[in-house]
């Protein structure tokens, strides 16, 4: 079966600090792949997707970036924080060829 | 572009009450849709999905149409508990490419004892 890893779970970074989140899948192979922010109480907002190695497309202007460097390796990175950036991290994939998207656990994001 | 519209929240119900939380949506084409659950401090999960008009989702005693004729797809549960707290998405495939989903804004349900 198949899994999807995250981590850290929780992050407390200062502003103007760097930024990796993690986020793995196990068992299976060419996923599409996703990275969502979600502010206290609000509903998702999709930052990058990938559909490949290498294959990164944003779709919000920001600090942020990803980077695919492995098939089930997705990286979300920031060069230097914003107290804007505090939020809670979700990671997704998909099979290819299917639109149902599978959560991972999250990473909680404080700026201070 | 396609969007989803959920009910506003927070819902408040007693355990066993009747569940209905509304969804409708805008789209070109005929999307998947589906329904998530977020519990607290977790990810999403996915509840149920229908991939074509009049086909029928559920899991766990919930419940949901595709309509197309009014396009929703109103999630139902006959009798909640308190275990069904959570927030509720409703989503769209997006037909447009890269196969993302289009969210709604979530719903806040919570079950009182």
């Known amino acids: 079966s198949q899994t999807i890893h995250q981590w850290p779970a929780t992050l407390v970074q200062p502003v103007g600090s760097p930024l990796s989140l993690e986020c793995t899948v196990e068992g299976t192979s060419n996923p599409n792949l996703y990275w969502y922010r979600q502010a206290a109480g609000r509903g998702l907002q999709l930052l990058f997707y990938s559909v490949g190695i290498g294959q990164i497309s944003s779709e919000v202007p920001q600090n942020l970036s990803a980077s695919r460097p492995q098939d089930r390796q997705f990286i979300l990175s920031s060069k230097k924080l914003l107290l804007s950036d505090s939020g809670f991290y979700l990671c997704a994939w998909s099979p290819g060829g299917f639109y149902e998207q599978y959560f991972g656990p999250g990473t909680r994001l404080t700026v201070t | 572009g396609d969007s989803v519209t959920q009910m506003e929240g927070p819902v408040t119900l007693s355990e066993e009450a009747c569940l209905t939380i509304?969804?409708?949506?805008?789209?070109?084409?005929?999307?998947?849709l589906f329904w998530y659950v977020q519990y607290p401090g977790e990810g999403l999960q996915l509840l149920l999905k229908a991939t074509k008009a009049d086909d029928k989702g559920s899991n766990k005693g919930f419940e949901a149409t595709y309509r197309k004729e009014t396009t929703s797809f109103h999630l139902e549960k006959g009798s909640v508990q308190v275990s069904d707290s959570a927030v509720y998405f409703c989503a769209l495939s997006d037909l447009q490419g890269a196969q993302k989903l289009v969210f709604g804004q979530g719903t806040r349900l919570t079950i009182n004892p």
């Open positions: 509304n969804c409708t949506y805008t789209a070109t084409g005929y999307p998947s």
